[in-house]
């Protein structure tokens, strides 16, 4: 199952939402997390880009990443509901520069041709 995207793909912002979060559940106590914030923003990420449910999301992503373990559905849940508000919504509008830039991009090529 693949999924067509215009100007970006998955393994890009996978790559551009690891920059902006830099591993800021280094310095919290207790066991670590199995899977990083932005494993799991990045997860949320793409799940509302492709218009995707939960298990829809963790499919696609096992299509596209194969050597890649995906939370199960109940991690996934649990962690979106206790992310960092601030730092989602600066992750949000950060991506959506990122974004912006790739699209007008793939634009001036086309004009260009």
Request: net charge positive; with cysteine.
């Amino acid at each position: 199952m693949r999924y067509k995207t215009k100007f970006i793909s998955p393994r890009k912002l996978f790559k551009i939402i690891k920059k902006l979060v830099k591993r800021n559940n280094l310095n919290k106590s207790g066991r670590p997390k199995k899977y990083l914030d932005y494993y799991i923003i990045s997860i949320l990420v793409v799940m509302k880009i492709f218009n995707l449910s939960y298990r829809e999301v963790i499919n696609f992503l096992e299509d596209y990443f194969p050597k890649k373990q995906f939370p199960a559905i109940s991690t996934l849940c649990y962690r979106i509901k206790t992310i960092d508000k601030r730092l989602l919504e600066y992750i949000i509008s950060s991506l959506g520069k990122d974004i912006l830039k790739a699209y007008n991009k793939v634009n001036n090529r086309r004009r260009i041709i």
